[in-house]
């Protein structure tokens, strides 16, 4: 069984749709929660970080986390078609250590 | 402020060659890591530096792959003899060393293709 489970995806939704993205995970040491963008060809670029459960905020993006049921999500508002890109749940035991990845959900935000 | 950069962006080689790719960090960032990206797999962590030492290695697959960050500062990754399945894009990332926590910035990553 894997440490995080992703659902690849590809999701396609209007501009302007709500997009929600979830992982599960397995490893109840997970204290440090990330969400990455990644664009073809690219690095990924970390969006959102959290520690604790509970919901974070950042512009369109709020990213939640309920350790009680090891879920984490991601949510888009007002999504635009610059938001196309794949997303990735990680996390982590503590500070510098490795990160651990899902496999990426590809999104595509349709004009 | 430069960000992490990878050499090559790409390199195809053969079977049982080497190949040496290159990291550097964004200046002042004592961590280190190098990470993996199989066909249709998810990212995995490979190994983390902090300043030139190896603090954890868990994640190297076996002993065809050496890493070593001398001074310091950049940090190499070669693998000899390459197989098949060696074949993925390899990312490196480094972080500060600060309180709370670091982020990991990445590079774009070098495409290895092994025929």
Not at chain 1, 1 to 16: F, H, I, M, T, Y
Not at chain 1, 40 to 48: A, T, V, Y
Not at chain 2, 91 to 114: H, I, M, W, Y
Request: hydrophobic fraction near 30%; charged fraction near 20%.
């Amino acid at each position: 069984q894997k440490e995080v489970e992703q659902d690849p995806g590809p999701l396609s939704v209007p501009e302007g749709a709500i997009v929600s993205l979830n992982c599960t995970y397995s490893n109840s040491a997970f204290q440090y929660f990330m969400w990455y963008r990644q664009y073809s060809r690219k690095g990924p670029e970390l969006l959102m970080y959290t520690y604790s459960s509970g919901n974070k905020e950042d512009g369109r993006f709020t990213a939640q986390v309920d350790k009680s049921s090891k879920y984490i999500s991601l949510f888009i508002r007002d999504s635009q078609p610059s938001d196309s890109a794949t997303y990735l749940c990680a996390m982590s035991v503590g500070s510098y250590q490795k990160v651990t990845f899902g496999t990426g959900t590809k999104l595509q935000v349709i004009p | 402020e430069a960000g992490v950069t990878q050499f090559p962006s790409h390199s195809v080689i053969e079977k049982g060659q080497t190949v040496t790719l290159r990291c550097d960090p964004i200046s002042g960032h004592d961590n280190l890591y190098w990470y993996r990206r199989v066909m249709g797999k998810e990212i995995k962590f490979l190994l983390h530096f902090v300043k030139e030492s190896k603090q954890d290695e868990s994640g190297m697959p076996n002993n065809r792959f050496l890493a070593e960050r001398t001074g310091g500062t950049y940090s190499t990754l070669k693998v000899q003899p390459a197989e098949l399945e060696d074949s993925g894009v390899y990312f490196c990332a480094s972080s500060q060393a600060l309180p709370g926590g670091d982020e990991q910035f990445f590079g774009p990553g070098t495409r290895l293709t092994v025929l």
